[in-house]
Each structure stands twice: as C-alpha cells, then as structure tokens.
C-alpha cells in the first residue's frame, strides 16, 4: 500500500505530547519490512528530526497557516502522490478528501465542559478549531483511532460513533527513558543536592496546576526536607497570579521554572527527581507517566480518566481536585522510605508493558484492515 501519514508539526523545535507520538510511530514504521511505501506530510521547521528512508519518503509542504496546511495543502499532496490512504494523526482532518481516512483522535476534551479561565491564545484557537472540523469529519472516517480505553468509551458514548469504527491503540515511550546517573544539564544547576518534586505544569485547566501547587504550599509547612519542587513549561506571570489568588507565597523561594525542557534531557531530570507529579485532572494517555516510571521515579497521579488503567492498579492515585490527598502522599513518600522503594518496583515493571514497537505493529495491522 502506499499510506499517507499527516505530521505537520513534527520538526518544531518544542515539541508536545501529540507530536512526539506520530513522530515515535514514524520512526519504528521506518525501522518495519513491511512491504508498504509510507509518504509523510511535514511542515518545515528547524529540527529535522526524520529523514527519508527506502520505504518512508518525508514531504514537506510549504503553507502559512495550520488550517491551510491542513485544509488544502495536505489533500492535494496526498492526490498528488498516489496514497491510498491517508492517516491524519492530531485530532483534525480535511473536510474535503477523496481517500479514505484513519484519524487518530487523542481526546475530546475540546467538545467537552471548559474551563472559561485559560488565557492562552494558541490553546483558545486551536480548540475553536478542533470544535469546528472534528464533528463534520467524523462520518467521513473509515477508522477512528484513539489510546486508552477510557477515551475509547468516552468516544463511543458522546459521539455516538459504531464499535466496529473505532479502535484503541496504547502509546510507547521512548527506550531512552530508564534509571540514569547523567547529570542534570548546566540551566538546573541551581537545583539543591536534595532530590526535588518534578511537575510538568502549564497553563492548560485540565493540567491542574494552581491545586498541584496549593498542595506544594502545605507539603511545604509539615515537611522537615522542604524539597524544591522542578516545574517545566510555567511562566512567572501564571504562577505569581495563583500565588496571590491562593495566599501561598511560601512556596516561591522553593520553585525553580527553567522553561521548556528538551526530551533528551528528561531521562535525567526524571532520574533525579524525589517523585513526579502527575496529577492532571483529565488525560486520555499520559506519556509523561510512563517516562517517569520508566526511570524508576514514584509518581503520584490522579485517579480519574485514563490514568489509573495507565498506571495500573498498584499506581499511587489520588483525587486530583483534593490538594490535602496530594500533600499526602508528597508526605507519606518522603516519611516511608520502603514505600518509595515499592513505587519505584511497581512503576518499572509496570512500563515494561508498553513499547512505541507495538504500537507501530498494531498501526500496521489496521492500515490493512481497513476497507
């Protein structure tokens, strides 16, 4: 078969969950004899992280705008190439394409109850858009992938869309996330000798940060260590807002906020970490759950959607909208050293379980399945 694979945003530099999956998925398609002659629709970009193969040709498609490209620029070139069937990966998809369609949609968290206090204009426009295309394009998919079964249901019950259309494929995680001594990178030399939290915060809603940090504060007031807490991807401006929203000031001289961190250094930053705090209050996967598993880092994680069958049931959950539960189990694994010790067992034997292999196996078997 020749398949056509949309991965628009691939070689921006600061990638997010969405792209590293497709790019992941690429990746090991390239390494599989499978007979098949994959073209794969990119946007130009600074971080040419893919290269052409024998079997897996990359095209890059020049176009101003994420609509555009999508809209317009994407069906014309899958025509134009021959493929005989095109794989949109991030949610959306053209309205007006010949070929048959497999989307794969993450989540559908954009036709759901928001929260009206996210300020983010890129988050804002793209759920606009989401809410636009993804109802009209639904019917015109052969196949409607997602990741866990959670949001299988959730798909299958709001959407109304027919068991036999919908398939759940489980993400991997990259091989490079394991227990590792590398040092942290040069920009979080500040971080203390003390192992530290780890949260991956931003200003997403359903992130949950201003309660992940209301639990920081009064882990902060009862513990003797008083470890800094690592947080990826926040701005000081957000933070300083749920500060004084929440009366906290307590935990400022504690934080450290280096920005956006590069994939390759979270092996370490992982590694390093005292435990990792997952405590979104919605995900449809959470790949940042298996990495930190992966590198042997208890993680505390909520115990709604997806994130208990992606933990698994020996995972520590806690109810996310409860900042006391959190600053619980910040505690209780700080004071129980032999509890830490049995999370970080349950969460590497757990990670074994997935593999960016299978799910490139499992990919290819629904290519050929689908009519």
């Known amino acids: 078969m020749k398949i056509g694979i949309e991965a628009q945003r691939i070689f921006r530099k600061n990638k997010h969950g969405m ?25 130009p970009d600074e971080d040419r992280c893919v290269e052409s193969s024998e079997h897996v040709h990359i095209v890059e498609l020049h176009c101003p705008s ?24 991030s949610n959306t998809a053209p309205l007006w394409c010949d070929i048959p369609l497999v989307l794969t949609l993450h989540d559908i968290i954009f036709l759901e109850p928001r929260d009206k206090s996210n300020k983010s204009l890129y988050q804002n426009m793209g759920w606009l858009y989401r809410r636009l295309v993804v109802p009209r394009i639904l019917d015109k998919c052969s196949r409607i992938i997602t990741v866990s079964n959670f949001e299988k249901q959730n798909i299958i019950h709001k959407l109304q869309i027919p068991q036999e259309r919908m398939a759940m494929i489980y993400n991997g995680y990259n091989e490079w996330f394991k227990p590792t001594t590398t040092p942290l990178p040069a920009y979080l030399k500040s971080l203390t000798d003390q192992a530290y939290f780890f949260f991956l915060g931003n200003t997403d809603p359903k992130k949950n940060t201003e309660r992940t940090l209301v639990a920081y504060s009064k882990y902060l007031k009862r513990s003797a260590f008083k470890r800094q807490l690592l947080m990826a991807d926040l701005d000081s401006t957000f933070l300083n807002d749920i500060i004084a929203r929440n009366d906290i000031e307590n935990i400022r001289q504690h934080i450290l906020m280096p920005g956006y961190i590069v994939n390759s250094d979270l092996p370490s930053v992982y590694s390093h970490a005292f435990a990792f705090l997952y405590t979104s209050l ?28 992606i933990g698994g049931p020996e995972a520590i959950l806690v109810d996310p909208t409860s900042s006391d539960q959190i600053a619980e189990m910040m505690l209780r694994l700080e004071e129980d050293d032999a509890f830490r010790q049995q999370q970080k067992s349950v969460g590497l034997e757990r990670a074994r379980l997935f593999s960016w292999h299978k799910t490139a196996e499992q990919l290819h078997q629904l290519y050929h399945s689908v009519k």
């Not at 992941?24 to 073209?39: A, F, N, P, R």
């Not at 809209?71 to 069937?85: D, S």
């Open 66 to 89: 994420y609509p555009l490209w999508e809209q317009w620029a994407l069906p014309r070139a899958a025509r134009k190439y021959g493929v005989e069937l095109l794989h949109c990966t």
């Open 282 to 309: 919605r995900e449809s996967f959470g790949i940042p759950l298996l990495e930190a598993m992966a590198c042997g880092t208890p993680v505390i994680t909520s115990n709604t959607s997806s994130m208990p069958e």
């Open 19 to 43: 792209d590293y999956v497709v790019l992941q998925e690429i990746l090991e398609l390239q390494k599989m004899d499978t007979g098949d002659e994959y073209y794969v629709f990119v946007k």
